[in-house]
């Protein structure tokens, strides 16, 4: 079945207390994305990956790392979480072609406190 | 640049009413258009898309929609709303299949009354 996997679902962290959240696609999709959606925001672009070693920042990167080793895996990193990255948080994988469409995670909640 | 106009952050209709969710764009090219929705506690699921072929475009759940260039829309509907239609949606847009990112609107909540 294809899909794209996220760990933790749910996450509630102190400030300044490194975390990674894990993304993992099983579709061989070279173009992966990370999305936090707001209320009222809808959802917005934090980082992309064009293929493996290939990244770069979408709207909203301030805070945010992520890596791209391995082309399954897109993990997001957050060095020193604040409250203000308190989101939801969606990866994404995408399909190329004339047929392609983004393939989303079930989301990661995040509170950082 | 492209982006995404959702008129109507909460839409209400009743059970076997029209749904009719409005989306705007904006690119300088061609776009390709997407609408996803997102029911609670889930994550994005596809519901249509225009890739430069038929203007009406037919999705999941009886949904579509037709990308009108001259109005710069891609508006959603549905001919009966049904309870299970409550969710948010969202339209978005690119401009190139596959490796270019999608610019989401902001959403609209979709709530049907019984």
């Known amino acids: 079945e294809a899909q794209v996997t996220q760990n933790p679902r749910y996450l509630i962290t102190v400030t300044g207390k490194k975390l990674t959240v894990t993304c993992s696609q099983n579709?061989?999709?070279?173009?992966m994305s990370w999305y936090r959606q707001d209320p009222g925001l809808g959802l917005r672009q934090i980082y992309y990956?064009?293929?493996?070693?290939?990244?770069d920042k979408g709207d909203v990167p301030e805070g945010y790392k992520v890596s791209r080793k391995e082309k399954r895996n897109f993990p997001l990193i957050l060095e020193s979480p604040s409250p203000n990255q308190t989101s939801l948080y969606f990866c994404?994988?995408?399909?190329?072609?004339?047929?392609?469409?983004?393939?989303f995670g079930p989301g990661t909640r995040l509170t950082v406190t | 640049a492209q982006s995404v106009t959702q008129l109507g952050s909460h839409v209400s209709v009743s059970e076997g009413a029209l749904v009719l969710l409005r989306c705007n764009y904006s690119s300088s090219v061609p776009p390709y258009l997407f609408w996803y929705v997102q029911y609670p506690n889930q994550g994005l699921q596809l519901l249509l898309k225009?890739?430069?072929?038929?203007?009406l475009v037919k999705g999941i759940n009886g949904f579509e929609a037709e990308f009108k260039k001259s109005e710069t829309s891609f508006h959603l509907t549905k001919p009966s709303a049904h309870m299970s239609d409550a969710a948010e949606y969202f339209c978005?847009?690119?401009?190139?299949?596959?490796?270019?990112?999608?610019?989401f609107g902001k959403g609209t909540r979709l709530s049907v009354i019984a």
């Open positions: 225009y890739t430069s072929a038929a203007t």
């Open positions: 978005a847009v690119t401009y190139f299949s596959g490796n270019t990112p999608l610019v």
């Open positions: 579709m061989n999709h070279e173009y």
């Open positions: 994404a994988s995408t399909s190329a072609g004339v047929e392609s469409a983004q393939y």
């Open positions: 990956s064009m293929n493996v070693e290939v990244t």
